[in-house]
């Protein structure tokens, strides 16, 4: 069995800790915790700590904390020469401390702790120093997913930014269409198969293919009704903004 540490009680942190518990070649060692009650319904009592000093060795420490504590707490770890990652998007290897072995594992999915999740379909992006330390972290990521991908920190950075653009910009969207649909009676369920559809799209389509819509078809009377329609400063320039960039990027239909 290999032995890892998981630092951190958040949403990534208690999602490894259900994904690793159902693994059959990965045994959670300890978890750290300043609060307890975060995680004790997931892993043993006697497994939990709440002091740096009385972390141990094991054959991985994953870091699953806030970007602007990694460096923080890789600096407390209190050994040397060990396996260490972190589980950022944005983050380069190399803000954590170089007294031990260093690493990136980071799972590409957006967490809610209360959402249960394929972990086998999840992407896992990862890096190393060394091809040994790699063969550990590829090793451990191919236990709970089939998605296992060598990404260096310039291109995870980017996959963080494509990832936010495609992700939380578009929920952000969706809150925007279901304001618009409360504010006028309209149930925000009545939206969900077209959303779901064109989720679906991209599975067969590129996304400039599947584009459709008043603006991809310069349809200026549509487009200046909804402009007209729309009260909300935010959310008008909001329009204006992707209209522009779907006529500047995309293909006329």
């Known amino acids: 069995m290999i032995q890892i540490n998981i630092i951190g009680s958040g949403n990534v942190a208690q999602h490894l800790i259900k994904a690793f518990s159902a ?9 750290f915790s300043r609060k307890t009650e975060a995680i004790h319904h997931l892993v043993d009592f006697d497994k ?18 806030s970007d602007n504590a990694i460096t923080e707490v890789s ?12 589980t950022s998007g944005t983050s380069p290897i190399d803000v954590l401390n170089e007294k031990n072995r260093r690493g990136v594992f980071y799972p590409l999915q957006t967490f809610s702790k209360n959402k249960e999740i394929d972990y086998s379909v999840i992407p ?12 550990i972290l590829e090793t451990i990521a191919k236990s709970i997913s089939t998605a296992v991908y060598s990404i260096s920190s310039d291109q995870r950075k980017a996959l963080h930014v494509a990832a936010v653009f495609a992700s939380n910009f578009t929920n952000h969207l969706y809150h925007l269409g279901q304001e618009i649909c409360e504010e006028n009676q309209l149930p ?14 991209i599975n067969t389509l590129d996304p400039i293919d ?17 402009l007209t329609f729309l009260q909300d400063e935010n959310k008008k320039n909001i329009y204006k903004i992707l209209t522009q960039s779907i006529q500047h990027n995309g293909k006329k239909l």
């Open 210 to 226: 599947a584009q459709t819509g008043p603006a991809i078809r310069h349809d200026s009377n549509t487009i200046d009704a909804h």
């Open 23 to 31: 693994s059959k070649i990965v045994e959670i060692k300890q978890v």
């Open 48 to 65: 939990i700590v709440t002091d740096y000093n009385d972390l141990q060795t094991a054959d991985l420490h994953i870091i699953a904390v």
């Open 188 to 201: 925000f369920a009545i939206l969900k198969p077209l959303i779901q559809e064109t989720a679906d799209k």
């Open 75 to 86: 600096e407390q770890l209190p050994f040397n020469n060990q396996l260490v990652v972190h």
């Open 124 to 135: 896992f992006c990862l890096e190393a120093e060394n091809t040994a330390d790699f063969k």
